[in-house]
């Protein structure tokens, strides 16, 4: 038995009118959809007064990337108030924009990697899910010179404890920035945001202007168990040891450590330092 073939008829849209008019579920309607806060709002507004950012709301960017982190940095009211086709519009010109300008990158210290950050931005705005915690830092770091801006980067996790030591889980994590702050320009903005893009700390009226308060915040997240990766001060041992010994707390015994430590140790410092000088 053959199957009758299919015959397709063209329609006015007066006609296709008409015979909706005898649909039988025509005055059907859909429930009204209730609209909550999601729980990464929630969670993300517990990490930031937990560490001490008051005054900071976490602000989640959809779609997710590090487009829309930099849309929203531009004017986070009107990026709150955009539809998602505006979103979507917008990011796609804003990739465009930041690809033509990595030849900007090509006498950095970024010039081997400009080829690659290119790639990166259109995987980002492709919403790939195959980028690596490296990728990440490699774009911050570019965009430092693409929109002026510096960047203290949050890779937070939650800490489980078990039930037989009556503890709560925590957050905790790392932080990393875009470059070393021994190096960034006074006259740019600095911006809280996720590592992997999810949010970002958008300041109100309350805040207290980022570079100003990290020399307090940065300590408190330390003490919070957060694993800070400071830079490192470049030099010899002997050139090291004898900015070391400046410091009030230096110790003789001090002179046995090792190069490694002793250019962290400064690197803390002397970025502490660099904070203090932007109160």
Aim: charged content about 25%.
């Amino acid at each position: 038995m053959t199957t009758p073939k299919k015959v397709y008829h063209n329609y006015r849209f007066d006609e296709l009118i008409a015979f909706s008019e005898h649909n039988p579920h025509r005055n059907r309607t859909l429930s009204p959809i209730e609209i909550s806060v999601s729980h990464r709002a929630k969670a993300n507004d517990t990490l930031l007064d937990g560490l001490g950012l008051k005054g900071y709301t976490a602000t989640d960017v959809q779609p997710t990337g590090i487009l829309s982190i930099l849309l929203c940095m531009d004017d986070p009211m009107a990026y709150s108030l955009s539809s998602p086709a505006s979103r979507t519009q917008q990011v796609m010109d804003l990739c465009t924009h930041l690809q033509e300008k990595t030849d900007e990158l090509r006498n950095g210290p970024l010039m081997r990697k400009r080829k690659r950050i290119y790639e990166l931005l259109g995987a980002v705005y492709n919403e790939s899910t195959l980028l690596e915690e490296k990728d990440y830092l490699d774009l911050f770091h570019a965009m430092e010179y693409l929109v002026g801006a510096h960047f203290i980067l949050m890779k937070s996790t939650v800490q489980e404890k078990t039930e037989t030591d009556h503890e709560t889980s925590s957050l905790a994590g790392e932080l990393f920035f875009s470059s070393s702050p021994l190096l960034w320009k006074r006259d740019r903005p600095i911006w809280a945001v996720d590592l992997r893009c999810h949010w970002m700390a958008v300041p109100t009226h309350t805040s207290v202007p980022l570079a100003s308060y990290a020399a307090q915040w940065l300590p408190l997240v330390e003490e919070k168990g957060w694993m800070i990766h400071w830079p490192e001060v470049e030099g010899t041992k002997t050139e090291l040891v004898e900015q070391a010994s400046a410091y009030p707390d230096w110790k003789e015994t001090d002179k046995k450590l090792t190069k490694e430590v002793l250019a962290q140790r400064l690197g803390k410092r002397q970025t502490l330092q660099w904070f203090k000088g932007a109160a």
